[in-house]
């Protein structure tokens, strides 16, 4: 049986999912509902030990959880763009960068695009944008020369 076919029952500790649970979860997110989850659940499990698996249902058109997902790759990419971020998510975020841009659909292709400026032009970094999911509620490409 596989990850789509088989009933998800719910995460054994849910600040702290275990990709196999989140990839049961991002098949049949109706079986848990994000509301149900806790407060910036989003922010919790956007870290390096999810980052594949997100990227992975990121990636997959068939996914119904695709959209928080992609959501999910913004905030990833956003903390592994400031200075601070370890070597190790900068150079995992740029593998995942490149994927995108290689294989991926448009949704995933302009965030590839817009993870690019932002390593470029960092000072356009914008929490409602990255953090809040307003670059997957309003998809767009972000220009090189925008201004604040």
């Not at 990227?55 to 956003?78: G, K, N, S, T, V």
């Not at 190790?88 to 991926?104: D, S």
């Not at 995933?108 to 000072?123: D, K, S, Y």
């Amino acid at each position: 049986m596989s990850v789509r076919e088989a009933a998800f029952l719910g995460f054994d500790k849910p600040v702290d999912p275990r990709p196999d649970e989140m990839r049961a979860w991002a098949y049949h997110p109706e079986s848990v509902p994000l509301h149900t989850m806790p407060r910036d659940w989003d922010l919790l499990i956007s870290g390096d030990v999810l980052g594949p698996t997100l990227f992975e249902l990121a990636m997959d058109r068939q996914c119904p959880a695709r959209r928080f997902a992609q959501h999910c790759m913004y905030i990833y990419a956003a903390d592994g763009l400031r200075q601070n971020a370890s070597n190790q998510r900068k150079r995992r975020l740029k593998k995942f960068v490149e994927r995108a841009e290689e294989i991926g659909d448009e949704p995933m292709q302009m965030w590839a695009h817009n993870c690019r400026v932002l390593m470029t032009r960092p000072e356009l970094f914008d929490h409602h944008e990255w953090m809040e999911g307003g670059l997957v509620r309003h998809p767009r490409r972000l220009g090189l020369f925008n201004r604040r």
